[in-house]
C-alpha cells in the first residue's frame, strides 16, 4: 500500500516552508520534503512587510541594517540612510530549518530525502518519487500518493522542466557569497554593521552587482553574473580586498543559480503548482527573493488548498494571477532597470549618481519596505522622471 496524502511540498526554503505550514494550519495532511544541509547563498535582506505578513518575529533576525552605501565603478560612495525603520537580516543557514521546523509545529510531516520524479498511477494520481537520506544508493525509494504537488525546489527545479510548460530553459544569474568573520569594532575603516554596501561595478559583476551585508557576528560577500566565464571566486575576492575584509577569516561559501523572470506558467492545469525560485520570483534588478518566495509559497498554499476544496484545478492557475498582479509592475520597472542601467560601467556611474537624489532615496525605501509603488507622492515621481530623463540624455554630469 501506498501512503496517500493531500500535498507533497518538494523544497524546504522560504516558499515550500510557508506552503507546508499554511496547509497544515488549515487541516490538511502535508509532507514536506527537503534535504538537509542545503545552504542557499543570499544576501539574507528581510523586510518590514515580510515579518508582519508571515510572523517572523525579531529573535529571529542577526542583525538590523539602518541604510546602504551604492558605490560606483570610480569608487564613488553614495549613503542612502533609512529615515524610518529598518531592514531585519538572517542567515539562511539558520533561517530556512526555522521555517521547516515550524511548519513541523503546525501538522506537516517533515521527510528528508532528495526527490526523484513523479509517477502516475493508472487512475492518474501523482506518485512523488524519493530517496529517504542517509540510505545506501540502493535503498529502496520511497513513494507517496499525493492530490496535489507544489514544486519548490529551486532555479533549476526538477518538477518545473518535468511538469510546467516551458520550465525546461529559463535564464538565471549564477550567485556566489562567502560568509565571514565580522571584523572587531574599529579594525576595518568604512566597514558599518549596520550598512549594507552595493558596489555597482563591472570588475566585479559585469552585469549585476556586489554586496558586502552585515549578518551580526558575520558577513555576507558576494556577487552574481548572468555572463559565462566569469571567475567568481576571483571577483569576490577583489571585493573582500577592496573592502578590507580580505584578512578576514572565511567560515564557509555557497554558490547557486537565481532565477532572472517569473515563469509565464505556474502549473500544469492538473495538481502541479511552482512557487519561489521553481517560478522565478526573485526580482530583477535587486536580486530580492525572501519576501516574494514567502508570499509566492503562501499563494500556491491558497491555490492549492482551493483545489483540493472544491475539485477544479483551474484554481491552480490563481498563485500567479495573483502574485502577477500585485508585484508584476515592480518586476517590470526593476526589469527594465536592469537591462538598462546595468549594461556598462559608464551608465552605472550615472544610475549610482541618481541614487544621491533624496526622493529617489525615500522613494526607494518606501517602495522596497512596503513592497507596492508609492502613489502618495506624484510630484517626486515627476521631479524623478525629470532626472532619469536628464541623465539618459547626458544632460547631466555623473560625478
Known amino acids: 500500500m501506498v501512503e496517500t496524502v493531500d500535498v507533497v511540498v518538494v523544497g524546504g526554503g522560504p516558499a515550500g516552508a510557508t506552503a507546508a505550514n499554511d496547509l497544515a494550519l488549515k487541516g490538511r495532511s502535508v509532507v514536506l520534503l527537503d534535504r538537509e544541509s542545503r545552504i542557499k547563498p543570499c544576501g539574507g ?27 560606483s565603478p570610480t569608487a564613488r560612495m ?26 513541523a509545529e503546525s501538522g506537516a510531516d517533515r521527510r528528508v530525502g532528495t526527490f526523484q520524479r513523479i509517477e502516475r498511477d493508472p487512475d492518474g494520481t501523482a506518485v512523488v518519487v524519493y530517496h529517504p537520506q542517509g540510505e545506501g544508493a540502493d535503498a529502496e525509494p520511497v513513494r507517496l500518493r ?47 554593521p549596520e550598512r549594507c554596501d552595493v558596489y555597482y561595478d563591472g570588475t566585479i559583476s559585469p552585469d549585476f552587482y556586489g554586496w558586502i551585508f552585515p549578518h551580526g557576528d558575520t558577513v555576507s560577500i558576494g556577487m552574481g553574473t548572468e ?17 578590507g575584509l580580505d584578512k578576514v577569516e572565511t567560515l564557509r561559501y555557497e554558490g547557486a543559480p537565481i532565477p532572472l523572470k517569473p515563469m509565464k506558467k505556474w502549473d500544469n492545469g492538473k495538481d502541479v503548482v511552482v512557487a519561489g525560485d521553481a517560478a522565478g520570483v526573485v ?7 525572501i519576501y516574494y518566495a514567502l508570499c509566492g509559497g503562501r499563494l500556491a498554499g491558497e491555490a492549492v488548498d482551493a483545489m483540493l476544496r472544491t475539485g477544479k484545478a483551474v484554481h491552480l492557475a490563481d498563485a500567479r494571477k ?8 515592480v518586476f517590470w520597472i526593476l526589469g527594465v532597470m536592469q537591462d538598462f542601467w546595468y549594461k556598462n560601467d559608464k551608465r552605472r556611474e550615472r544610475f549610482v549618481s541618481m541614487c544621491e537624489d533624496p526622493d529617489v532615496q525615500r522613494l526607494t525605501w518606501e517602495a522596497y519596505m512596503n513592497k507596492a509603488l508609492v502613489r502618495t507622492s506624484p510630484m517626486a515621481h515627476v521631479r524623478i522622471f525629470l532626472k532619469d530623463m536628464a541623465h539618459l540624455l547626458g544632460l547631466v554630469k555623473a560625478t
Open 78 to 103: 553614495i549613503d542612502m540612510p533609512i529615515l524610518s525603520g529598518y531592514v531585519g537580516m538572517v542567515d539562511r543557514k539558520d533561517f530556512d530549518p526555522w521555517l521547516r521546523e515550524r511548519a
Open 283 to 289: 526580482a530583477p534588478a535587486s536580486g530580492e527573493g
Open 146 to 192: 499525493a492530490r496535489a504537488v507544489i514544486g519548490a525546489d529551486g532555479a533549476r527545479s526538477t518538477i518545473a522542466k518535468s511538469e510546467i510548460p516551458g520550465g525546461k530553459e529559463r535564464p538565471y544569474v549564477v550567485a556566489y557569497h562567502e560568509i565571514v568573520k565580522a571584523p572587531e569594532p574599529g579594525t576595518v575603516p568604512g566597514y558599518d
Open 322 to 329: 495573483r502574485f502577477m498582479k500585485e508585484h508584476g509592475r
Open 45 to 71: 535582506a528581510i523586510p518590514p512587510r515580510a515579518m508582519k505578513d508571515f510572523a517572523i518575529p525579531e529573535s529571529r533576525l542577526v542583525c538590523k541594517v539602518k541604510g546602504a552605501r551604492i558605490v
Open 227 to 243: 555572463k559565462k566565464g566569469v571567475d567568481l571566486r576571483a571577483a569576490t575576492a577583489d571585493l573582500r580586498r577592496r573592502a
